[in-house]
């Protein structure tokens, strides 16, 4: 399901040929109401491995293209027929910049929201074209996946369209960044033996050390693939996140955490674990049994634990 942002394209899950679909509650984001730009099928420039629609071929423009007028008239439906809805979400069957108007449809969109926000779920292969960009920029939040930050990983994970070109993507994204007054979130979505070697971790890190998006979000595929490729762990991701600069703000989503079994800190290592990795509530919950819990809340009451908000997500830090 799209809405919980989680993947771009997850909200393909039920395959409807509604441009409208949800709304879905999510922590973060609230009341989400998705707008599929690609109803009638997939239409993308990746084929990635961990895709849970049919694999297709890729391309680089939709050739099956909705009217601008039509998008925007399902829209005021949607928000008409469920008055309080928080975010608008912007995604497709497929990658949602390929929509040749998307600057108009969000200029559109803009118009008649109100106080609702907008969202886009980009892979970001188009993200060094400036015209994609200029439609970005009107987005209130923009989340960009990246994978990889090696071509090798790129092509065999991603499996992206000949010429795409990951440094391209990573020089777009830091020119967008310069450009964008609203959120960043980056997603990285692990796939086992694929891009969780420590090289590429490495070079992520390089990476979004220099971007420096406003939340990083680390998780793992959830629902069936196209590919017979694998999640990770839980412990595997959460090994993973300190492998990144503590100074990102990396939040760690995926739904496999019950199946860990939360151990005892002491005080000092609950404040050396946020020295190495600042932790939101749910990773608490995940990593600390109910006294190590306890004691976290007793030393943020004493100051020694801070909140920091990341976008709607609050991380704990030590002092
Ligand atoms: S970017 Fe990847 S996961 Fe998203 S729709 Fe395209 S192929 Fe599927």
């Not at 990658?95 to 106080?115: D, F, H």
């Not at 980056?186 to 420096?212: F, G």
């Not at 595929?221 to 839980?234: G, L, N, T």
């Not at 006294?291 to 704990?316: A, H, M």
Request: one cysteine or more.
């Amino acid at each position: 399901m799209p809405t919980d942002t989680s993947q771009h394209s997850t909200l393909n899950a039920q395959r409807s040929p509604k441009i409208i679909f949800g709304p879905i509650n999510s922590r973060r984001f609230g009341k989400s109401l998705g707008i599929d730009l690609s109803p009638g099928k997939k239409q993308c420039n990746f084929d990635c491995l961990y895709c849970e629609l049919d694999p297709a071929k890729t391309m680089v423009q939709q050739d099956e293209v909705l009217p601008v007028k039509q998008i925007v008239n399902a829209v005021k439906e949607g928000l008409h027929e469920h008055g309080d809805i928080d975010v608008l979400t912007v995604t497709a069957n497929g990658e949602p910049t390929l929509y040749p108007y998307l600057n108009e449809l969000i200029e559109e969109i803009n118009k008649i929201k109100g106080n609702t926000k907008t969202l886009i779920l980009s892979n970001a292969a188009t993200i060094d074209d400036e015209k994609v960009q200029d439609a970005l920029l009107k987005f209130d939040e923009v989340k960009l996946s990246l994978d990889c930050a090696t071509q090798k990983c790129l092509k065999k994970l991603d499996r992206s369209h000949e010429g795409i070109d990951v440094e391209r993507i990573k020089k777009g994204m830091l020119d967008f960044k310069v450009r964008y007054r609203g959120s960043l979130i980056i997603e990285i979505l692990v796939v086992a033996t694929l891009n969780d070697k420590p090289e590429e971790i490495a070079a992520l890190n390089d990476y979004l050390l220099k971007l420096r998006p406003n939340r990083i979000d680390l998780g793992t595929i959830d629902r069936p693939p196209a590919f017979d490729v694998k999640p990770v762990s839980y412990e595997r991701l959460l090994a993973l996140s300190r492998q990144f600069d503590p100074s990102l703000a990396l939040y760690i989503a995926s739904r496999k955490k019950a199946h860990i079994t939360p151990s005892s800190y002491t005080e000092e290592e609950i404040l050396d674990t946020l020295v190495k990795r600042p932790l939101t509530e749910e990773d608490i919950e995940a990593l600390f049994d109910e006294t190590s819990q306890n004691r976290f809340w007793l030393l943020k009451n004493e100051g020694k634990i801070v909140p920091v908000d990341s976008n709607g997500v609050i991380f704990y830090k030590k002092a």
